[in-house]
């Protein structure tokens, strides 16, 4: 088998963090207003990965995070986690805009849990570090880099402890003109040295890989560029068992979303040099490919949900069932939405580049008036294929909303109730593309509606995901039932 070539995860896995214990890593990502949230992927080899388990399930009940009251909170739920591990025990640190506080969460099983939650002031962009004396730090900031001391357990800020600016103006190694102050924290500390590694964008540039180092938690630091290609950049480095050191970034990649990168490192005269050459290698040397393992097919035939799903904000666990009809996914519409980013127990996995197709079959035969159910490409700009009722009349409708509202750009009458539809992405070269089907069969194809333009939106903050919905606009109490969804790679 070859091995695996950069992007290491041509799919949306933004905000690494990543650690090694023994021959293991273990990494955490950002997820937003998706739950499960802040996942844990595991991996052998530094490039295959697998999700093997979630930090909660959910992070609390407002109207936001519920999707009620005509609040959400798209892009504004957990941000950019810390990973770190510590005499036995794995730590995730994370925010979150919505409850405005930073979440500590702690365990002895990172692939199991329980997980131990503690709470501290709302802190952008955050670092852990244990330091060698039993101190205990967070680094944060945006343009200056602040530290704050916690308390040995990491779960209390430290009364008395350090809370000071110790990198002022931390963009300045950059140049002069800065679009986005640095930002993005991972610190270390390596050979008695601490490390910080912040991203900033020169106006008119890319998006940049900064370190800045010190003999000493506040300073004096010096910094400089440590990688400015391609825009790769935000992350922190691993090393493996016999000595090899790595970063792991992450590239804007357009409509699929940010997509990590592994980085080969040297050490020289005390600083980290990225790449070769200052370029992203295209072969990482590590493998072989085992092929991607953070999306997958499923048959519903497990009564419980596989961890490349998660819910679109928080889940209402009673209008949703793989156990009321084993073999499927029931759906049930619980209350009357405006739209498909209003709908409750919407279920989502990451596409996935080059190009990517996600199939679904559905029995409709349960639906309302006004009930609409299929497959959706989501994000702000959404589009899908599915069934719309009209009174008793089944219509298989397209629609898109990159007008800025859903249009309906075809639709047409069917009276079966079993129906199969499928969504082909194309990522290649940012070319950003969905194509809408259904059949009747599930083996001849008919193309529906027009071509969607994916465009990255910063509202929703996360590359497009395959959704599988059903919402109401009328009354609640239909129900779909989906019976596979399947993906395909080209």
Avoid at 37 to 64: A, C, Q, R
Wanted: charged share 20%; proline share 5%.
């Amino acid at each position: 088998m070859a091995a695996v070539k950069n992007p290491i995860i041509w799919a949306d896995v933004p905000d690494p963090s990543v650690i090694r214990v023994g021959d293991t890593y273990f990494m955490s990502s950002t997820t937003m207003h998706m739950n499960p949230g802040v996942p844990i992927m595991k991996s052998k080899d530094l490039v295959n990965w697998e999700i093997v388990n979630y930090v909660y399930d959910v992070l609390g009940e407002k109207d936001e995070q519920k999707l009620e009251n005509g609040r959400n909170e798209y892009g504004i739920g957990s941000w950019a986690s810390s990973l770190r591990y510590h005499n036995g025990v794995y730590y995730v640190v994370f925010s979150s805009q919505t409850e405005n506080k930073t979440f500590v969460c702690k365990t002895q099983d990172i692939q199991r849990g329980p997980w131990e939650k503690h709470t501290l002031p709302f802190v952008h962009d955050m670092s852990l570090l244990f330091d060698d004396d039993g101190r205990v730090y967070l680094v944060y900031g945006s343009g200056d880099i602040r530290v704050l001391e916690l308390t040995s357990d990491a779960a209390a800020v430290r009364p008395g402890g350090l809370d000071q600016v110790i990198i002022p103006d931390s963009s300045a190694v950059a140049g002069p003109d800065i679009a986005l102050p640095a930002e993005g924290a991972h610190i270390h500390k390596i050979g008695g040295m601490y490390y910080i590694f912040l991203i900033t964008w020169p106006r008119g540039g890319m998006r940049t890989q900064l370190c800045y180092r010190a003999e000493r938690i506040t300073g004096p630091w010096e910094g400089r560029v440590v990688l400015q290609d391609a825009g790769i950049a935000q992350g922190g480095l691993v090393d493996t068992p016999d000595g090899k050191w790595y970063a792991l970034l992450f590239g804007d990649r357009g409509a699929v979303g940010r997509i990590p990168y592994l980085v080969p490192v040297e050490w020289v005269e005390g600083w980290p040099v990225l790449g070769t050459a200052g370029r992203v290698p295209v072969d990482t040397g590590l493998g072989p490919c085992q092929g991607l393992r953070i999306a997958a097919s499923d048959e519903f035939d497990s009564p419980q949900l596989g961890l490349v799903w998660q819910w679109n904000h928080n889940p209402d666990q009673e209008n949703w069932s793989l156990t009321e009809r084993p073999g499927f996914l029931r759906l049930r519409t619980g209350r009357v939405s405006q739209g498909l980013t209003d709908a409750r127990n919407t279920l989502t996995q990451r596409t996935f580049g080059p190009e990517c197709s996600g199939v679904v079959a559905v029995d409709t035969s349960q639906m309302r008036g006004g009930d609409c159910a299929g497959l959706a490409v989501f994000q702000k700009i959404y589009g899908f294929i599915g069934v719309k009722m009209r009174g008793s009349q089944r219509y298989v409708v397209m629609a898109d909303a990159s007008s800025g509202s859903c249009e309906e750009v075809e639709s047409i009458a069917v009276s079966q109730t079993f129906l199969y539809f499928k969504i082909t992405c194309d990522f290649r070269g940012q070319k950003d593309q969905a194509a809408f089907f259904y059949s009747l069969d599930g083996e001849e194809w008919i193309s529906l509606g027009r071509t969607l333009q994916m465009e990255y939106t910063l509202p929703h903050f996360m590359g497009y995901r395959f959704a599988l919905f059903n919402f109401a606009t009328e009354a609640a109490g239909g129900y779909a039932d989906f019976d596979y969804f399947r993906i395909a790679s080209s």
